[in-house]
């Protein structure tokens, strides 16, 4: 079954901590995205890569850190420089080089983070 | 500023009843249109689409309009389930970009 899949599901952090969340996709998208969901706000981009080791800072990308080494692979390392890092993180990939009629997002199941 | 809007934070619609989510917008570069139904502790699904060319697309219960004169798109659900009951996002794009902007999302409670 072709999808993303995201761990942990859940996590929590002590201030001060780096963490990491990981994020693996076997559909051959070549475009992959982080995402923060917090209530009552939409989802705001954190990063984006379109090509391996290549990535681009969406709308808040501050206190964040991303990585594209490989294709079906884009972790998330939230820094302790990250304000308020309690949220659900959401990660998603989509297909390259195609017009945006078919630039469908395809999401995982997501991450809670808690900072404690 | 909010470049997507969904001004209705909830809606309650009785079972059977045609449920109607609202999505403003503000770029008028934006030509790309999605819907998204999320539950939970779940990653968003996708639902349908419209492209700026069209101003109807329909998939089963669901069908999207768009007036682009007025920015304004609305998902209409008919009939409404109770399975319908979830949390809907509305983003929008360009034709040449590779980033959505999502809305910040209408609760439907379709009660049974």
């Known amino acids: 079954d072709g999808g993303i899949t995201q761990s942990p599901k859940y996590l929590f952090r002590k201030e001060g901590q780096n963490v990491t969340l990981s994020c693996e996709q076997n559909l051959n998208h070549d475009a992959m995205y982080w995402y923060r969901q917090d209530p009552g706000q939409g989802l705001r981009l954190i990063y984006y890569?379109?090509?391996?080791?290549?990535?681009q800072k969406g709308d808040i990308a501050e206190g964040y850190s991303v990585s594209r080494e490989k294709k079906e692979s884009f972790p998330l390392t939230v820094t302790s420089a990250q304000k308020n890092p309690t949220a659900f993180y959401l990660c998603?990939?989509?297909?390259?080089?195609?017009?945006?009629?078919?630039?469908?997002?395809?999401f995982g199941a997501g991450s809670r983070l808690t900072v404690l | 500023d909010q470049q997507v809007k969904q001004n209705s934070p909830s809606l309650s619609v009785q079972e059977g009843r045609i449920s109607i989510l609202n999505c403003d917008y503000t770029?008028?570069?934006?030509?790309?249109f999605l819907w998204y139904k999320k539950y939970p502790a779940e990653g968003p699904t996708f639902l349908i689409s419209?492209?700026?060319?069209?101003d109807k697309n329909e998939d089963g219960r669901f069908t999207v309009f768009l007036n682009k004169s007025a920015k304004h798109l609305s998902l209409h659900i008919v009939p409404s389930q109770p399975g319908d009951s979830a949390v809907y996002f509305c983003?929008?794009?360009?034709?040449?970009?590779?980033?959505?902007?999502f809305g910040p999302g209408t609760r439907l409670s379709v009660l049974p």
């Open positions: 770029n008028s570069m934006f030509d790309y």
């Open positions: 890569s379109q090509i391996v080791n290549d990535f």
């Open positions: 983003a929008a794009g360009d034709n040449y970009g590779q980033n959505f902007v």
């Open positions: 419209i492209s700026s060319i069209k």
């Open positions: 998603a990939s989509s297909s390259q080089g195609e017009l945006a009629g078919a630039n469908v997002l395809t």
